[in-house]
């Protein structure tokens, strides 16, 4: 998918009621021999596609790898309801392989995990729930989910009304993502990035009962505070902008979550937790417009050459 220089390696997962499983491991074609690793996890509709990303870690020194989730990218098979789960536990499954697979049989010492807006809220409750194991050695958040981007009445009420439905009528769908970010993306609608429309559609997948409960359950864990014992670096634009609608500022704000969710609930993550604004970002940092991409790029090197061991 991303050329030669690219492979994929499958991890068959455990099945579930919808039947087989995989979630997919991505990796240069010629395996690197760093001490050092970092594992990136993406967001919801979406997927591993940011190889210049790849090539600014590969510039200081790590191997580079990255996991499609179950049921989204790479992942996604024919029988399946695409990036639905009803509990963000399951990810643990295919995270705990990938570090696995990446420290073990690949042998690097050193793991940084990288998590982006939903992959972001995942892999915090992930590293608290393995603080004990010694499996990360930082965690890097970009844009992650750490709240419902909406009123008091959907965070409070509507909360606990989409419990409550979700619990009975789980594959009912309930939102839809607005297209406006994506067209802000894409090489076909103007944007300055190619990617696979079938993986990462501009009109998202459907948002279903079930996922927006698992996710909110996410949150309220987050919430009461987490305790992950390595370093963590989280990074969020300076602004948001309406994430309902095409604006002039798409290009240069979080139009996808509020920014100051992200900061306020930082705090709560751990003992050693470092807040980088980027100006001008975008939800994806990796994918804002320049200088935005590149300040992003160096405060990230910045904190990890200060918190993440050589070997």
């Given at each position: 998918?991303?050329?030669?220089?690219?492979?994929?390696?499958?991890?068959?997962?455990a099945?579930?009621?919808?039947?087989?499983?995989?979630?997919?491991?991505?990796?240069?074609?010629?395996?690197?021999?760093?001490?050092?690793a970092?594992?990136?996890?993406?967001?919801?509709?979406?997927?591993?596609?940011?190889?210049?990303?790849?090539?600014?870690?590969?510039?200081q020194?790590?191997?580079?790898?990255a996991?499609?989730?179950?049921?989204?990218?790479r992942?996604l098979?024919?029988?399946?309801?695409?990036?639905?789960?009803?509990?963000?536990?399951?990810?643990?499954?295919?995270?705990?392989?990938?570090?696995?697979?990446?420290?073990?049989?690949?042998?690097?010492?050193?793991?940084?995990?990288?998590?982006?807006?939903?992959?972001?809220?995942?892999?915090?409750l992930?590293?608290?729930?393995?603080?004990?194991?010694g499996?990360?050695?930082?965690?890097?958040?970009?844009?992650?989910?750490?709240?419902?981007?909406?009123?008091?009445?959907?965070?409070t009420?509507?909360?606990?009304?989409?419990?409550?439905?979700?619990?009975?009528?789980?594959?009912?769908?309930?939102?839809?993502?607005?297209?406006?970010?994506?067209?802000?993306?894409?090489?076909?609608?103007?944007?300055?990035?190619?990617?696979?429309?079938?993986?990462?559609?501009?009109?998202?997948?459907?948002?279903?009962?079930?996922?927006?409960?698992?996710?909110?359950?996410?949150?309220?864990?987050?919430?009461?505070?987490?305790?992950?014992?390595?370093?963590?670096?989280?990074?969020?634009?300076?602004?948001?902008?309406?994430?309902t609608?095409?604006?002039?500022?798409?290009?240069?704000?979080?139009?996808?979550?509020?920014?100051?969710?992200?900061?306020?609930?930082?705090?709560?993550?751990?003992?050693?937790?470092?807040?980088?604004?980027?100006?001008?970002?975008?939800?994806?940092?990796?994918?804002?417009?320049?200088?935005?991409?590149?300040?992003?790029?160096?405060?990230?090197?910045?904190?990890?050459?200060?918190?993440?061991?050589?070997?």
């Amino acid at each position: 998918m991303l050329g030669a220089d690219w492979v994929s390696r499958t991890i068959e997962l455990a099945p579930d009621a919808e039947g087989a499983v995989v979630a997919t491991l991505v990796e240069r074609a010629e395996r690197s021999k760093a001490t050092r690793a970092v594992l990136y996890v993406h967001g919801f509709v979406d997927y591993f596609f940011q190889t210049h990303m790849a090539e600014q870690w590969e510039q200081q020194g790590y191997a580079f790898y990255a996991l499609d989730l179950r049921k989204y990218g790479r992942s996604l098979l024919d029988h399946q309801t695409p990036n639905y789960t009803s509990d963000l536990s399951v990810y643990g499954e295919e995270l705990d392989a990938a570090a696995r697979i990446i420290r073990e049989d690949y042998g690097h010492g050193v793991l940084v995990v990288m998590g982006h807006s939903t992959g972001g809220l995942i892999t915090s409750l992930w590293s608290h729930d393995r603080r004990e194991a010694g499996i990360i050695d930082a965690l890097v958040l970009n844009s992650p989910w750490f709240d419902l981007n909406g009123t008091y009445f959907e965070r409070t009420l509507g909360t606990w009304m989409i419990d409550k439905f979700g619990a009975v009528s789980a594959r009912t769908p309930v939102s839809t993502l607005g297209e406006h970010y994506g067209r802000s993306l894409h090489k076909s609608t103007g944007g300055n990035w190619d990617y696979d429309l079938r993986l990462k559609p501009l009109k998202g997948f459907p948002v279903l009962a079930g996922w927006v409960r698992a996710v909110r359950r996410g949150h309220a864990r987050l919430h009461a505070g987490l305790d992950i014992a390595c370093p963590v670096m989280v990074c969020a634009s300076t602004e948001s902008g309406p994430h309902t609608r095409w604006h002039d500022k798409l290009d240069r704000t979080d139009s996808v979550l509020n920014v100051e969710h992200i900061a306020e609930r930082a705090v709560g993550l751990g003992n050693l937790v470092t807040v980088a604004r980027i100006q001008d970002g975008i939800h994806d940092l990796a994918l804002s417009p320049e200088p935005a991409r590149q300040r992003f790029f160096d405060e990230v090197f910045r904190w990890v050459g200060t918190y993440v061991p050589e070997a």
